[in-house]
């Protein structure tokens, strides 16, 4: 079945420090990809999203992009603040009527004034 | 639009009682989701609806647990009876549509079973 695994955390990192979160899939087909957020106390909610191959999602001066041949949408920004502090979701989904999301475990992000 | 409205946002009650959560999805939206997360599993999608018929119940942990869609506009959540383990945060989702648009979230219920 499908599978999104997303690197340990949580991460740490002073602001303006670069950023990457890596996400890698398994899944049959071409799914769509998705990177939600959660801010503390909050629900999630869409950050960026792909749906095909080699589209590059972005969001609030975040990235990703859709590799088909590494099967892989990690998230990148160059430049974190204080305020992008919240637990990151990668995520996919196929685009039959009844899909649903496939969510990896998610990565607590700390950012230090 | 108000987004996904959950109700309560916070509960507190003891092993054996009853739970019942409450949803307001996203008028317009056709599909509805329930999800658990805690910090031992993460998230977990418990079941979801799509125009109010169960599409996949696979994820309800056990027969304690039962999800109605009455309507296009309100869902619920029901434990019966609850347990501590049942601590966690529940969401409730909404969906406009096939799989690639976006998903809303509700802000949660944190519920604890003491």
């Known amino acids: 079945g499908d599978s999104v695994t997303q690197m340990e955390g949580p991460v740490t990192l002073s602001e303006e420090a670069f950023l990457t979160i890596n996400c890698t899939y398994t899944a049959t087909g071409y799914p769509s990809l998705f990177w939600y957020v959660q801010y503390p106390g909050e629900g999630l909610q869409l950050l960026l999203k792909?749906?095909?191959?080699?589209d590059k999602g972005s969001n609030k001066g975040f990235e990703a992009t859709y590799r088909k041949e590494t099967t892989s949408f990690h998230l990148e920004k160059g430049s974190v603040q204080v305020s992008d502090s919240a637990v990151y979701f990668c995520?996919?989904?196929?685009?039959?009527?009844?899909?649903?999301?496939?969510f990896g475990k998610g990565i607590t992000l700390s950012v230090r004034p | 639009d108000a987004g996904v409205i959950q109700s309560p946002r916070h509960e507190v009650t003891e092993m054996g009682q009853e739970v019942t959560l409450r949803c307001k999805p996203i008028?317009?939206?056709?599909?509805l989701f329930w999800y658990r997360q805690t910090m031992m599993r993460g998230l977990e999608l418990l079941i979801y609806f799509n125009n109010n018929v169960p599409i996949d119940d696979s994820g309800m942990p056990e027969d304690r647990f039962s999800a109605k869609m009455p309507n296009a506009s309100f869902s619920t959540l029901k434990i019966q009876p609850s347990e501590p383990r049942d601590s966690a945060v529940y969401f409730c989702?909404?969906?406009?549509?096939?799989?690639?648009?976006?998903?809303?979230f509700g802000p949660g219920t944190r519920l604890t079973v003491l």
């Open positions: 792909a749906t095909k191959a080699d």
């Open positions: 995520a996919l989904s196929h685009t039959g009527a009844n899909s649903k999301l496939t």
């Open positions: 008028s317009g939206h056709d599909y």
């Open positions: 989702a909404s969906r406009r549509g096939l799989a690639g648009h976006e998903q809303f």
